[in-house]
């Protein structure tokens, strides 16, 4: 069975650059920042997409990003965040478990996300 490196993350056998975490949800740095923090959200439990989470876990993820974007937009002096999600390989997912990105904006960074 291959090993999905999320998962990993959430159950700390595999160290990641942890920002927030709360009991199903955590956030963390991504490894291949499109901007100097750009974070991950992801459930802690293996869900692939946005339409297989759980619907319980909808306040939890909401409380999640808005706590996590406000205290990025902070961190970097950010001026816009954009909140972008990937589902299934179509559409440029990579890993597949259901991920937020959350990507600090400036004023005519180039960026196109
Ligand atoms: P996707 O294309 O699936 O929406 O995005 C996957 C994201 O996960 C990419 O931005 C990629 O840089 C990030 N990523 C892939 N592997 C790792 C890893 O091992 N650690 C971290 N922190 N991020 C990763
Ligand atoms: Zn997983």
């Given at each position: 069975m291959s090993e999905c490196i999320f998962c990993s993350f959430a159950q700390r056998k595999i160290p990641c650059e942890l920002v927030y975490s709360s009991r199903n949800t955590m956030a963390f740095l991504d490894i291949?920042?499109?901007?100097?923090?750009h974070v991950l959200v992801i459930p802690k439990?293996?869900?692939?997409t946005l339409w297989d989470?759980?619907?319980?876990l909808g306040e939890e993820m909401l409380e999640t990003m808005q706590k996590v974007s406000k205290a990025l937009v902070r961190a970097v002096n950010a001026q816009g965040l954009n909140v972008v999600m990937n589902n299934h390989k179509a559409a440029g997912?990579?890993?597949?478990h259901a991920h937020f990105h959350l990507i600090p904006r400036y004023e005519n960074d180039g960026l196109r996300a």
């Open positions: 291949a920042p499109v901007h100097p923090g439990a293996h869900h692939p989470l759980p619907a319980g997912q990579l890993v597949e």
